[in-house]
């Protein structure tokens, strides 16, 4: 689980901790805003693998400067430290116990161990898709409480029942279902393409059959008409 967080241009340097179950960020008594609830819950996406805390909240690193962010997790009861800097967001810093560095990873290998670590098996998502729906912060603009499985304010319902089901673990039947789905779409846009350009001829419906069958039958006639008219030519002859 995640257990701590510091950073030197926190107003307050030493790590905030983080215990099992409910954490709460409390604001002032007077109700007072922007002392920066949100953008320490943009942080803690940040620490999770996002990437919104470097893109949507300017003002704070225009105001505060580049930073650091040190962090750490406990896993089957060993700590797990990192950092991550905004100046370098795909990068994060595997440290020991005082954050210093021991390995630079790509962002994509931190969510991929950190998935391993929370024990996420499913290989039909991914560790960000599994958090991101969780974390909802005025920053991020998916804080509508009407639609609750909309990950981003671009996000719609449809990607949000698959990332439910995924995350359930209940996704293999849709994926199937999903895939035929797009094969026979697939066959269906190339044999409407070859009917558009003639490569192929579809089957006539059933008044296109009968138009056809009157004009061969008109055909016909003209045909037999035409080899008696030849006949009677050689007879006359």
């Not at 901790?17 to 002032?28: C, I, Q, R, W």
């Not at 805390?53 to 690193?61: A, E, F, G, M, R």
């Not at 210093?100 to 391993?116: G, V």
């Not at 069958?213 to 008219?229: A, D, Q």
């Amino acid at each position: 689980m995640f257990v701590e967080i510091q950073c030197d241009s926190f107003k307050h340097k030493e790590p905030t901790l983080f215990k099992d179950g409910l954490n709460v960020v409390l604001g002032a008594n007077d109700g007072a805003n922007s002392i920066g609830k949100s953008t320490l819950l943009m942080i803690v996406d940040f620490v999770f693998g996002g990437s919104d805390y470097t893109v949507k909240s300017l003002d704070t690193i225009k105001n505060v400067g580049e930073h650091k962010i040190n962090f750490a997790f406990r896993f089957e009861g060993t700590m797990h430290y990192f950092s991550r800097d905004t100046n370098s967001p795909t990068k994060v810093t595997i440290c020991d116990k005082n954050y210093m560095k021991i390995e630079i990873i790509n962002l994509n290998d931190y969510t991929n161990l950190l998935k391993e670590k929370y024990k996420l098996n499913s290989s039909y998502i991914s560790f960000r898709e599994t958090v991101s729906n969780f974390i909802r912060v005025y920053h991020r603009d998916n804080y509508d409480e009407t639609a609750p499985l909309r990950s981003f304010k671009q996000d719609t319902q449809n990607k949000g029942l698959k990332r439910l089901f995924k995350l359930l673990n209940e996704y293999e039947e849709i994926d199937l279902a999903d895939k035929r789905y797009q094969d026979y779409k697939e066959k269906k846009e190339t044999f409407n393409k070859s009917l558009k350009y003639n490569y192929v001829y579809a089957t006539p419906n059933k008044t296109e059959y009968k138009k056809n069958e009157i004009e061969i039958n008109n055909l016909r006639k003209k045909k037999e008409s035409g080899i008696r008219f030849r006949r009677n030519i050689l007879w006359t002859r």
